[in-house]
């Protein structure tokens, strides 16, 4: 299902041919009523995910200032235990981060195994954002598309299952976001003036999505593009590639410990 | 409402005195509509606590095998945004932890302001189970009760809120648990046979549980004794102080950055 929004390897990418707008013909109570299920199912799979502590599961979230990032983290990832899941903001990196190589914080907050680690934001944007305002020469930033594939397919060697979203809003939609946020007392303190030099770039950020999303899609973490104009089919999108993807492991609880079996308690 | 199981400092402590089944008078179907409400207000809370970033939440829950602190998590902690709570369960320190102070990685996992950071374990186990079989020498445990009133006091004064809960349960209503673990393909995995060698030492964790609540209740960060043989008592007891807690914070969300209010997105 939506099987299409996930990319494959090789294949010529165009944000433009996507529908930020899409809903794939679904209503919004089903696709409620779906979710409510999928939170379910994520929930059973989270706890034999942990028991059986085989893989770790890193998702990365990347999008465009308003984009749904933190509503996705809360109204999916939200249906997690909190035990075996953790949530990390990638910001402006520190002095300390930008005397390193740009993966080393990355590295740092890959999720250990039975674990689930939420990236909001992520080493994408050292070729999205660094790029477009020019923070590193570009022969630097060209470099980093090969780093970082190596770099994952080293992970998914070492059992670590990486699911990336880019959640894509249309530009109209993000104006309307930014204005609600603005109208709303408990959201205008989010507001960055910063936001708006960024959308000025909207057309030089799309590009680099573009070659992201086409020379970073690999067979072990390929991408998928989520229409995500309409919050409630976002969700669904995201909520389903992860059931599907942990539900398609076959994970077994373990057997006990030895000796185990045979204690009474007294 | 609950407020006698919050101690008081320099209250002589006897757990012993403490009705582990205790429902102080609630029905089951009553406290779960309240832990729902509590719940819903828990959003809100987290939503204004993480907004204003003035405060950092730290709770800390400490129990016997079987206590309770998974299900706390997942009942009452499970209603945060994963966005700005973690959970750190601390085990057995490594080898680089145990080269360093006791309260070093404990430090470390103090969540940020505007989080929420729960402790399953915490650095009580250095005077709890170090204690009880005697892994440094006594001399060094009892200095530790001083230690971590004043590491405590400082969080304190830097806006880190420390909230303490004992799960406090009955030994037989860990042999119950223990029970239904091993009669449960899901949950035989997680016995291990080194929690016998706890239960058969009860008495000498109760005595060190004693000298804890007693020695470090102190006015910045009391503990409080959660009656828990009864699940949904419990997670009653603990959403109510998390809630009451941050309510009383009266927080405010934050004005908007100078001239944001005067933006026009086109």
């Known amino acids: ?28 109570a089903d696709a409620k009523r779906e979710l409510e299920e999928l939170r379910e199912k994520m929930e059973k799979l989270q706890d034999v995910f942990y028991a059986s502590g085989k893989y770790a599961l890193l998702i990365v979230l990347q999008a465009m200032d308003a984009g749904g990032k933190d509503g996705t983290v809360k109204h999916v990832m939200g249906g997690f235990n909190p035990s075996g899941c953790s949530v990390i903001s990638f910001k402006a990196p520190s002095p300390e981060e930008l005397s390193h190589d740009f993966l080393w914080r990355v ?7 039975g674990h689930i680690g939420i990236f909001n934001r992520s080493h994408y944007e050292d070729v999205l954002v660094v790029r ?23 992970l998914c060697e070492n059992n670590v299952i990486v699911l990336k979203f880019f959640l894509h809003i249309s530009k109209k939609e993000q104006a309307d976001r930014f204005r609600d946020r603005l109208a709303d007392p408990k959201k205008i303190w989010k507001f960055n003036p910063g936001d708006l030099e960024m959308r000025e770039k909207w057309g030089d950020f799309m590009e680099a999505y573009d070659d992201v999303l086409e020379r970073c899609t690999t067979a072990h ?6 229409p ?26 373990p057997p006990p410990a030895p000796g185990v079996e045979k204690i009474e308690i007294v």
Chains 1, 2 share one sequence.
Do not use: C
């Open 132 to 154: 477009v305002l020019n923070l590193v020469p570009e022969k630097v930033w060209r470099e980093r598309y090969d780093q970082i594939n190596t770099f994952e397919k080293m």
């Open 228 to 253: 995500a104009d309409v919050k409630w089919f976002r969700n669904l999108v995201v909520a389903r590639r992860i059931v599907e993807t942990v539900d398609a492991l076959d994970l077994k609880y």
């Open 107 to 113: 590295h740092k907050a890959v999720p250990p195994r």
């Open 221 to 226: 973490a390929p991408w998928t593009i989520v």
């Open 1 to 28: 299902m939506f099987k299409h929004l996930t990319l494959s390897p090789g294949v010529n990418v165009k944000l433009k041919d996507f529908d930020p707008g899409d809903t794939h013909g679904w209503e919004e």
